[in-house]
């Protein structure tokens, strides 16, 4: 099991840029899937981008591909979420995530793969 807490959130302008983290604690050692998924009022929760630990391969959502970027710095245990070029559609609730342990990433991220959740951090992007 993992702790998982997202930061960064904010507002900004239309084509502008914004990075959010999370950090991890627990069991961070041990190969999983991890994931950013974001709801947007009225809408279902959407699977962004995920990337499995032991290997680095990161997988993105069509709507994302190009402009979004996850990463994870595994010296300080914190996932991150670059986000370039963001557009009013891109405003939600942005959650990190986190899958049991060797459970590799699927290329469409489901919500139903992760085990651990964080509170989320609120994006907004004005036009």
């Known amino acids: 099991q993992v702790q998982l807490a997202e930061s960064g959130g904010g507002s900004v302008q239309a084509g502008g840029s914004l990075r959010i983290s999370c950090a991890e604690s627990?069991?961070?050692?041990?190969?999983?899937?991890m994931g950013w998924f974001r709801q947007a009022p009225g809408k279902e929760r959407e699977g962004v981008a995920s990337l499995y630990t032991g290997t680095g391969i990161t997988y993105y959502a069509d709507s994302v591909k190009g402009r979004f970027t996850i990463s994870r710095d595994n010296a300080k245990n914190t996932l991150y979420l670059q986000m370039n070029s963001l557009k009013p559609e891109d405003t939600a609730m942005y959650y990190c995530?986190?899958?049991?342990?060797?459970?590799?990433?699927?290329?469409?991220?489901?919500?139903?793969?992760?085990?651990?959740w964080g509170i989320g951090t609120l994006v907004t992007i004005s036009s």
């Open positions: 627990g069991y961070t050692w041990l190969s999983r899937c």
């Open positions: 995530a986190a899958s049991r342990p060797q459970r590799l990433c699927a290329q469409r991220l489901n919500d139903y793969d992760m085990t651990d």
